[in-house]
């Protein structure tokens, strides 16, 4: 089966850190611009970060420069958000996206982050 998993999300204290990952089944990310969304409770989903197939180019929401860092290992099939100083704002449900050059889209079920003491 072709879809994306998310891992690493978690109950946090404000101020501390998570790493999320994300690896596909079934295909691997190489050719794929990869994202990462977040889904507020009663709130839309929000694009975080962007990763390009090419040169690894990395874009991010302007409220989230210089706390999150989205990367990829594509050795390793895999994509990264490390998250630092975390808000209690930043609690959502994280969803992994990725589209390949040709426009086929994957999205993950997503993984709960939680920030609160």
């Known amino acids: 089966q072709v879809q994306l998993v998310e891992s690493g999300g978690g109950l946090v204290q404000p101020g501390g850190s998570l790493r999320l990952s994300c690896a596909p089944s079934g295909f691997t990310i190489s050719s794929y611009t990869m994202s990462w969304y977040r889904q507020a409770p009663g709130k839309g989903r929000e694009l975080v970060a962007t990763i390009s197939s090419i040169n690894a180019y990395t874009t991010y929401a302007d409220s989230l420069k210089g706390r999150f860092t989205i990367s990829r290992d594509n050795a390793k099939n895999t994509v990264y958000l490390q998250m630092n100083s975390l808000k209690p704002e930043d609690t959502a449900v994280y969803y992994c996206?990725?589209?390949?050059?040709?426009?086929?889209?994957?999205w993950g079920q997503g993984t709960q982050v939680t920030v609160s003491s």
């Open positions: 996206k990725g589209v390949s050059s040709r426009g086929v889209t994957y």
